[in-house]
């Protein structure tokens, strides 16, 4: 995927004119379908049952820290 961005930014094309983009860029859509079923079906259910309120607190704020934003 990143070779296939990185050409398409280079020719200033969409991914899906560099050879194999289209194909990439599917693979890749169904790799996250399948990553994002398996995190709702398993792990939000998980997460929701053993969590409290300090921890998703605590992990929502490693998290927006990671990304630079500031909690208030």
Do not use: Y
């Not at 050879?19 to 709702?40: D, F, I, P, V």
């Not at 398993?42 to 490693?62: H, Q, T």
């Amino acid at each position: 995927m990143r070779v296939v961005l990185a050409q398409a930014l280079e020719k200033r094309v969409a991914p899906s004119a560099i050879a194999g983009g289209s194909q990439t860029l599917l693979q890749l859509a169904r790799q996250e379908k399948g990553h994002m079923a398996l995190e709702n079906a398993v792990v939000m259910p998980l997460a929701r049952r053993r969590l409290n309120k300090d921890d998703l607190e605590a992990l929502s704020l490693r998290l927006a820290a990671r990304r630079g934003v500031t909690m208030a």
